[in-house]
């Protein structure tokens, strides 16, 4: 249990649907990160909220909508998707590095596995 | 950003301990050197972090070259639940922009 629940852990959706992720943290934390992590690939950073508020977006497609309404949840909404789409994607918490300095540790959920046919 | 590079794989035996090196040469003065690991489906989770001197936590310790342009970080003595991809990432304080590698692949021998 790391303190960041990650629902569904499993998802298969058709290219015309859509559906949402869901990640919560009990952890106090400020941050909340969404990865993706390809088949042999590095895990890509998607999308940074620190207090709510989005700081990143790593050029990420539009048919990925995130939205944080508050520090404890973050959702990542899916629409349009592509096969391509179907990855493992990460969810995070950390204290915000403006607070917590360098030693911000990250805090990962098990993931929600996606499939897109 | 500052890039690490690792071997993309090692392997050792069980009980013995491992030195998984990261090279960093283009490191800055203020990136902090943090060490992650990702054991199989699981999301990765944090192992030890330093800026120039070496430290040791519960899990594992961290050799940081004078320099700073390499780190090593050191499984004392490796077990089956260590097998795992091992990320080496710069921190850059007060930037919550957290860019992982590929990491290396440690296989463990029993």
């Known amino acids: 249990e790391t303190g960041v629940t990650q629902t569904p852990r499993h998802l298969v959706m058709g290219m015309t649907n859509k559906k949402s992720l869901k990640c919560e943290q009990h952890?106090?934390?400020?941050?909340m990160y969404w990865y993706k992590q390809s088949a042999k690939k590095p895990l890509e950073l998607m999308f940074v909220?620190?207090?709510?508020?989005?700081?990143e977006n790593n050029s990420v497609p539009s048919r990925f909508s995130p939205e944080c309404p508050n520090s404890s949840h973050l959702f990542l909404h899916l629409h349009t998707l592509q096969p391509e789409d179907s990855a493992l994607y990460l969810c995070?918490?950390?204290?915000?590095?403006?607070?917590?300095?360098?030693?911000?540790?990250?805090?990962f959920g098990e993931g929600s596995r996606l499939t897109v046919l | 950003d500052a890039k690490t590079t690792q071997p993309n794989s090692m392997e050792s035996n069980e009980e013995e301990p491992v030195h998984l090196p990261c090279n960093h040469s283009?490191?800055?003065?203020?990136?902090?050197i943090h060490w992650y690991r990702q054991l199989p489906s699981q999301g990765p989770e944090y192992v030890i972090h330093?800026?120039?001197s070496n430290v040791n936590n519960r899990m594992a310790s961290l050799a940081i070259a004078e320099d700073r342009k390499s780190s090593t970080l050191i499984l004392h003595r490796a077990t089956l639940r260590d097998a795992a991809v091992y990320y080496c990432?710069?921190?850059?304080?007060?930037?919550?922009?957290?860019?992982f590698g590929k990491g290396t692949r440690l296989h463990i021998l029993p």
């Open positions: 330093g800026l120039t």
């Open positions: 909220y620190n207090f709510k508020e989005q700081t």
């Open positions: 990432i710069l921190r850059v304080p007060r930037d919550d922009k957290i860019i």
């Open positions: 952890l106090g934390h400020n941050a």
């Open positions: 283009t490191i800055s003065g203020t990136d902090y």
């Open positions: 995070a918490s950390s204290q915000a590095p403006g607070l917590a300095g360098p030693t911000g540790e990250l805090f």
